[in-house]
């Protein structure tokens, strides 16, 4: 039987950090299985109008909204899409999930530069630093 790619013969996490990476797959497994995952963020926006008499333009002003915007990134640029009330509410879970994802792999990815920054195999006056 051949071994996964994500496998390593030569290199393997102590139980702590096995455990750690154990409960982090969890978490991260039972996320990407609701599939429900949207990156980006959700922002609240309020408007003045045009017309030169609406209250909007007093002093102080009563800007027109709550609006809601979905923006991401994309080819690195900011895109956007308007939401109603009711979508807002239904993704912002969607969003939270994302963010959630990112922070359990910057976690692995943690492990992972502990575990080669220990590599005593590292300390070799040929290593680069």
């Not at 969607?94 to 300390?123: F, H, P, Q, T, Y």
Request: with cysteine.
């Amino acid at each position: 039987m051949v071994d996964p790619p994500w496998e390593s013969e030569g290199v393997h996490l102590d139980a702590e950090h096995e455990t750690e990476a154990r409960a982090i797959a969890a978490e991260i497994a039972e996320i990407a299985s609701s599939g429900r995952v949207l990156p980006g963020s959700i922002l609240e926006r309020r408007t003045r109008c045009g017309r030169a008499n609406c209250a909007c333009h007093a002093d102080p002003p009563k800007l027109h909204g709550p609006y809601w915007q979905w923006t991401r990134k994309v080819a690195n640029k900011t895109v956007g899409r308007w939401l109603s009330a009711e979508q807002r509410e239904d993704y912002a879970v969607w969003v939270d999930n994302d963010r959630r994802m990112r922070e359990l792999l910057g976690r692995l990815e943690a492990l992972g530069i502990a575990k080669l920054e220990a590599d005593e195999r590292s300390r070799s006056p040929h290593a680069s630093s």
